[in-house]
């Protein structure tokens, strides 16, 4: 019987951590959303929704984006909304088509920083070669945003014969990661005035559906993809396991981390393996065809580091373990919340 | 990473793990002391690769986990009241006191912020003279110094709206407690490296003397605890009862004496109620006299009441390093990070939540 005082985790307010894509984020989908939405393709879990419509499979994703700095190295908050939901179509295997964009702003905001995020969504979209077709604006009371939030819907086109999604995770599969782990997070966290510490590292915030093109083109067999943001590979590969119902084996020096993400997560006490990435992607791939896979990756400039990190095995079911370089073996669980700090 | 890989070279820990094994003769019951070592051992799964009459123990060096209940509500009563701002290391946020946490307090609206280090909180004081700004002084030997130095900076500056809640603890107390126990377990000591690196060994060396048992002061990386493993197991194996530094790179056996002459300005000595394991006389930090208007317990006035802890938690004897958590029927099932039963769960240096990480049976 549990006599216990505790009253964690809350379960009648939302903490910080409901937004960490941890384990209280899944929690609230659980709890909160599936039960009430009660729809079969929500219920898939995959980061975005395939609907046949007529002849055609379209994909169809939503993500809002809310971070502080708005402007860091390598990307803005602009230029992360357009990259990401054009990722949450990629990773169905879709060609994105179209964006909306929509905007809470805060009372006060600077008209020139507006203007210089939507000059940098409109570049982004353009590189990427999709079109911001509708959007909104919305402005609250000064103290009640943190300058612009943003929301980006997309949709997009899935060629036939393609069928991602991670419940088609099988043993045996490898799992491949495109490159350096850890970029995004730490330049966000090493530009935040509150921390002080100052990494020479850009985001890695990029569109990712080209890279995802040339790995279909490769071989359509690839049985899933997932860009690792929040909660970082962690969350994503457990993800896959539970949804799947396989175990997954990682090889924690085939894992590529920069040496000053690896540095800093030295001095934070932080795990790269949970650290946020924007511009990054891990997939299952058969066996036979993991070779051609990553050959079409490190030939795309977004994987040029890209490496064989794990394979999945029958063993241990919706778990992740991870094969240190001492080659003994530790788990790799998903994170109740964000990363602390520790004390020394 | 330079100057970190060199401590992680598989080729060298095998070396050091078969020495370990050719020294070895006979069972031996081992504890290092730091949360932090605790860490490192599961996260790089070491306990595995030595020979299995070496048995680890876990320590009681996780300040996360051996602070009071009652400060810890202390914390939450005071970041609630209106016109604070409460700054803290970030692993206290989640840790569970009797109604409440600070990230919950952060949710119904009170002003708490993480910070790396206590001279933050000064600049936020500095920043905000209209708010009262309370940074939360957990931790022991190795955060003291700091944790002074922003109290000595406040009073120079005559920061009247800044003041820290203190729960300073010390290693060696708590260590000759656990060695007068009669039924202690333990050998031989793996002492904290970062506790050292501020205060010496020459407490260790009173302890080695008065207990017969050796001490190796060791580091956080998994050769340097590899490497102080094989130096006490050839202590016990050749029967003495040394203080033996492996940490040379960060430690000396005077310590920091600047760190410590500012950090005695600041504190004196007092006793001190350890969460798990109750009150060791001596075994922590106060302010003196002199700075007490720093001190938030005065400012506040909080009242707690004593609180229970929860019955099912073993924490108190995991802490003193005897039971495993894996011994706690509550253990990855009742209890685990998202819902912690006892601090030990919390932190990532706590033994509890080490072993529920990296260890849960595959």
């Excluded at chain 1, 962690?234 to 997954?248: D, F, P």
């Amino acid at each position: 019987m549990m006599t216990c005082p505790t009253p964690l985790p809350s379960k009648d307010r939302i903490l910080l951590g409901h937004g960490s894509g941890g384990k209280l984020s899944a929690d609230l989908l659980r709890d909160v959303f599936l039960p009430v939405f009660r729809s079969p393709v929500l219920g898939r879990l995959d980061d975005q929704a395939i609907l046949q419509i007529g002849a055609e499979r379209l994909a169809f994703t939503t993500d809002s984006f809310v971070v502080k700095p708005l402007f860091f190295r390598g990307g803005d908050i602009g230029s992360l909304a357009v990259h990401g939901t054009i990722n949450d179509l990629a990773m169905g295997g879709a060609e994105p088509l179209y964006l909306s964009a929509a905007f809470i702003l805060e009372e006060g905001l600077s008209m020139d920083v507006l203007a210089r995020i939507a000059e940098s969504m409109g570049k982004a979209a353009e590189a990427a070669g999709i079109e911001i077709v509708t959007g909104d604006t919305k402005v609250v009371e000064k103290g009640k945003g943190d300058g612009v939030f943003i929301n980006t819907t997309g949709i997009g086109r899935v060629r036939p014969g393609i069928h991602l999604s991670a419940a088609n995770a099988r043993p045996g599969d490898m799992v491949l990661l495109s490159g350096y782990l850890g970029d995004h997070g730490i330049t966000i966290l090493s530009e935040r005035q509150d921390i002080g510490f100052d990494a020479p590292i850009e985001s890695d915030s990029a569109a990712l559906h080209t890279l995802v093109r040339d790995m279909l083109a490769a071989s359509p067999a690839i049985r899933c993809m997932r860009d690792p943001t929040r909660g970082g590979l962690s969350s994503a590969i457990n993800e896959i396991a539970a949804l799947a119902k396989v175990g997954v084996e990682l090889n924690e020096p085939a894992i590529p981390v920069r040496e000053v993400v690896r540095g800093a997560c030295e001095l934070l006490g932080f795990d790269p393996l949970y650290v946020a990435n924007e511009g990054k992607l891990v997939a299952i791939v058969p066996p036979e065809s993991a070779a051609a896979v990553l050959a079409a990756m490190r030939n795309h400039p977004l994987g040029r580091e890209s490496a064989i990190i794990g394979t999945v095995t029958e063993k241990h079911p919706a778990m992740v373990t991870m094969k240190t370089a001492f080659g003994t073996t530790r788990i790799v669980d998903m994170l109740p919340g964000d990363q602390l700090p520790r004390i020394c | 990473m330079k100057f970190i890989d060199e401590y992680r070279d598989p080729k060298l820990a095998r070396a050091l793990v078969a020495e370990i094994a050719a020294t070895v003769t006979r069972p031996w019951v081992l504890m290092e002391i730091c949360g932090g070592q605790t860490h490192t051992l599961m996260r790089y799964g070491i306990d595995e690769l030595l020979p299995p009459q070496l048995e680890l123990v876990h320590g009681p060096g996780c300040p996360v986990c051996v602070t009071p209940l009652e400060i810890i509500d202390q914390a939450v009563a005071i970041a609630a009241m209106p016109g604070v701002t409460l700054v803290s290391y970030g692993d206290m946020l989640r840790v569970p006191g009797s109604a409440s946490d600070l990230f919950r307090v952060k949710a119904e609206g009170g002003d708490v912020r993480i910070a790396y280090s206590p001279m933050d909180a000064v600049a936020i004081a500095r920043q905000n003279p209209d708010r009262q700004v309370v940074f939360f002084a957990v931790g022991f030997e190795t955060t003291a110094p700091a944790n002074s130095m922003a109290v000595w900076q406040a009073a120079r500056e005559g920061l009247a709206n800044f003041s820290i809640l203190v729960s300073h603890v010390l290693v060696p107390p708590a260590v000759r407690l656990l060695l007068g126990f009669p039924h202690n377990r333990v050998q031989g000591f793996i002492a904290p490296g970062h506790v050292c690196a501020v205060m010496g060994y020459t407490e260790y060396e009173e302890l080695a003397r008065d207990f017969r048992v050796p001490f190796v002061v060791g580091g956080f990386e998994p050769l340097d605890l590899l490497e102080a493993i094989l130096m006490l197991v050839r202590q016990l194996e050749q029967g003495r009862a040394e203080v033996e530094n492996q940490y040379v790179r960060s430690v000396t056996r005077e310590g920091n004496t600047a760190a410590r002459r500012r950090m005695f300005e600041v504190f004196e000595i007092c006793d001190r109620k350890w969460r798990g394991i109750g009150e060791i006389p001596a075994s922590g930090y106060r302010l003196r006299p002199e700075y007490a208007a720093f001190d938030a317990e005065r400012r506040f006035h909080v009242e707690t009441t004593r609180v229970e802890e929860p019955a099912e938690c073993i924490a108190a004897q995991v802490l003193q390093g005897l039971a495993k958590p894996v011994d706690c029927s509550a253990f990855g099932t009742r209890c685990t990070p998202q819902t912690p039963l006892g601090a030990p769960m919390v932190s990532s240096e706590g033994a509890c939540a080490a072993y529920y990480l990296f260890r849960r049976t595959v």
